[in-house]
């Protein structure tokens, strides 16, 4: 899944998403574990995939995820003329 279509995704979505993949993270390391690991280059996307949707739900804990592309400009600049 594409960084843009994670960030477009509910916090509720991104949780379950990201249980999802670490259920099938687990699943290929017992794989990989009894040899029967058919695409090896899956476990480092995977890996990658859940950092991605650990970030982006921090971010979102922190306030720092807009929930819109040009939202985050908009509010900047607003804050700097008060």
Known sequence: MKKE?????????????RSEMQEELFNL??????KDLDNPLRLRILKREIARANTIIREDELKIRSSAPGQEQADSAGEKQE
Do not use: I
């Open 5 to 17: 279509q994670m960030r477009e995704l509910t916090r509720e979505e991104l949780l379950q998403r």
């Open 29 to 34: 390391r017992v794989q990989k574990a009894s």
